[in-house]
C-alpha cells in the first residue's frame, strides 16, 4: 500500500504560479512512478504529467508543456508539481498517483490520493 496526501492547492489569478506537493508513505516510494491528473466539474479526469522513479524521464499532456514541472525527492517521498502561467481552464482537483509503470492512463494507476482544489481566476 501507498498512501499519498496532496497540499498547495489554492487560489490565484491567471498567469500566477502554484506549486503542488505530494506526500507518500507505505511501500517503497521510489520504486514508483508518480503521475498528476486533474479533474474539472463535469469533465473527465485528465493526464497532467508523470516521472519516473529516478527522475530520468518525465510525461506531460500537450496542455500543459513548457508551462508545468515534474519532480521529486525521493529522500523525502514527494513529488512536486510547478504550475507557472496559470490559465482559468488549469482549474481542477489535482490529484497525485502512483504505478509501477510510466503511462498517461489514469486507469492504470494503483494508488491515489485525496485531491487538491486549484482555482485560477481570469
Known amino acids: 500500500q501507498v498512501q499519498l496526501l496532496e497540499s498547495g492547492g489554492g487560489s490565484v489569478q491567471a498567469g500566477g504560479s502554484l506549486r503542488l506537493s505530494c506526500a507518500a508513505s507505505g511501500r517503497t516510494f521510489s520504486s514508483y512512478v508518480m503521475g498528476w491528473f486533474r479533474q474539472a466539474p463535469g469533465k473527465e479526469r485528465e493526464f497532467v504529467a508523470a516521472i519516473t522513479w529516478s527522475g530520468e524521464y518525465t510525461l506531460y499532456a500537450d496542455s500543459v508543456k513548457g508551462r508545468f514541472t515534474i519532480s521529486r525527492h525521493n529522500a523525502n517521498n514527494t513529488v512536486y508539481l510547478q504550475m507557472n502561467s496559470l490559465k482559468p481552464e488549469d482549474a481542477a482537483v489535482y490529484y497525485c498517483?502512483?504505478?509501477?509503470?510510466?503511462?498517461?492512463?489514469?486507469?492504470?494507476?494503483?494508488?491515489w490520493g485525496q485531491g487538491t482544489q486549484v482555482t485560477v481566476s481570469s
Open positions: 498517483a502512483a504505478d509501477p509503470l510510466l503511462t498517461s492512463r489514469w486507469t492504470d494507476y494503483d494508488y
